[in-house]
């Protein structure tokens, strides 16, 4: 039977003006985790979610991570467990968000003051942190509060970790999760994790993989400073042409990583996964306008989709020590390092990989018959992850996205890594979705993060919905 929601969602109609007043209130607080300056005010948005959720009745636990790692100082914001209900008749489903925020200043070329949540003719509402992640914090307590002033029954107990550190590396986290996943989070039967994006604008989408990133340093020196070529051009084994050689033999400028028995990691692709990608909706004019240019290596939109979610690539990212400033200075630098990373993807063990990269690297560098040194290392690798889009938990919110946006959702995955993902599956051994509000469009990390006030209202709407759905659904 179809959930009784029509009189939850005429309830967050009503409220729709106080619920962005509530994200006004989050969004003046400039909680960046990345300033140690502006750590009282991570800590002061801690404050503001725990009161906002004790009012409404939920019972709110801090956990300190301790200090932060290099700041002996400086301590880690808390992290926020709550709880809204405590009844065994009911499911339990936890769910995961963070209150901290990516920089933003006014001079980076924001049109209105970042801190201050400014909505436009348009309802789109700008202000850092709008879209990621307040919002989506802000939802699972506009749902509470709905549901109150509704008298309708909250179908689930609500478990909630809200952390302070995601935009800095989630610092702090894992160790936390991993501790309460037998404790505080023990009941919790379902993740869910609203920390993404919509592909597009119109359609809302569930979120079942995302890709993992290996990253890794190449390091060439030879003479003991740097040099002029004016002096020794032609007498020294140049660090630089021996790095540029050996990155180029990397990839092709097609993306076609040149790594044998990379590729033969990858787990090949079925027609039932092929056929998930007619559907959904995605146009390369969508791409173009990301890329603000028609440089695509790929012509149609389901190569491109597998390109970003289902198959490995890899990026050349820069090259330190290199002189790359303006102008024109004959310089041979002395030591310069490369550093590319690799997008994972199943079944690709990151071993597995070190092992290849490492193995080809030095046979590229053999060849080169340099007699500088070459080090080649790993400086962070987070794995993939991948869910089954047939769970329960996913069904529940496949239909409860129907009900609010009259659509089937896009089933998705990501190019790009949330490791919060993978340590909650792991910690809780519990399936894990990923329920995105904001769409593509909502320029997260960027200038002008937006957040369209139809995502948060209907966004609201969608996420009790699916405590709804998911209490009833049934266990396969
Ligand atoms: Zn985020």
Redesign the pocket.
């Known amino acids: 039977m179809a959930p009784q929601l029509d009189g939850y969602f005429k309830q967050v109609d009503l409220m729709a003006d106080s619920f962005i007043s509530r994200l006004r209130s989050a969004v003046a607080i400039p909680s960046v985790s990345a300033d140690p300056d502006l750590r009282p005010k991570v800590v002061a948005m801690a404050n503001f979610l725990e009161a906002e959720l004790k009012a409404l009745g939920a019972s709110v636990e801090k956990r300190l991570p301790g200090k932060q790692p290099g700041h002996p100082n400086l301590d880690l914001p808390p992290i926020l467990l709550g709880r809204y209900g405590n009844d065994a008749k009911k499911r339990t489903i936890l769910v995961y968000g963070?209150y901290d925020v990516q920089p933003a200043l006014k001079e980076d070329g924001w049109a209105t003051e970042p801190f201050d949540l400014t909505v436009d003719e348009q309802d789109r509402m700008y202000g850092r942190g709008s879209t990621?992640?307040k919002g989506p914090v802000l939802g699972w307590i506009n749902a509470i509060e709905a549901h109150q002033k509704a008298g309708v029954e909250f179908p689930v107990n609500l478990l909630m970790c809200f952390e302070g550190m995601?935009?800095y590396g989630s610092e702090g986290l894992d160790d936390i999760i991993k501790e309460e996943a037998s404790k505080f989070f023990k009941d919790a039967e379902a993740v869910c994790i609203s920390?993404?994006y919509w592909l597009g604008t119109e359609k809302p989408c569930l979120t079942y993989g995302l890709r993992g990133c290996s990253y890794y340093s190449l390091t060439v020196s030879g003479p003991a400073q740097d040099l002029h070529s004016g002096v020794f051009g032609g007498t020294v084994t140049e660090p630089m042409t021996d790095l540029v050689r050996l990155l180029a033999t990397l990839v092709d400028n097609k993306g076609k990583i040149q790594i044998p028995g990379l590729n033969e990691l990858v787990a090949p692709l079925t027609d039932e996964e092929k056929e998930l990608y007619n559907d959904i909706s995605f146009e390369m004019s969508d791409l173009f306008h990301s890329l603000g240019s028609e440089t695509s290596i790929h012509l149609n939109k389901e190569d491109t989709l597998m390109a970003r979610w289902r198959y490995p690539t890899l990026s050349i990212h820069g090259i330190e020590g290199a002189y790359s400033a303006p102008g024109a200075k004959t310089v041979i630098p002395a030591k310069v390092i490369g550093k590319f990373s690799i997008r994972t993807v199943p079944n690709m063990e990151p071993d597995k990989v070190d092992e290849l990269v490492f193995k080809f690297v030095g046979a590229e560098w053999k060849k080169l018959s340099s007699n500088n040194t070459m080090k080649c290392e790993l400086q962070h690798s987070g794995n993939w992850w991948v869910a089954s889009p047939k769970h329960w938990n996913f069904s529940a919110a496949s239909k409860a996205v129907e009900r609010v946006f009259g659509v089937k959702p896009d089933l998705t995955r990501e190019g790009g890594s949330?490791p919060v993902t993978l340590t909650f599956e792991q910690a809780t051994g519990k399936n894990v979705l990923l329920l995105p509000m904001g769409s593509s469009t909502d320029a997260?990390h960027s200038i002008n993060e937006k957040l369209d006030k139809r995502n948060y209202v209907e966004g609201t709407k969608l996420l009790g919905a699916y405590l709804h759905y998911v209490a009833e659904e049934a266990q396969v």
């Open positions: 963070h990621d992640d995601e935009e920390d993404n949330i997260a």
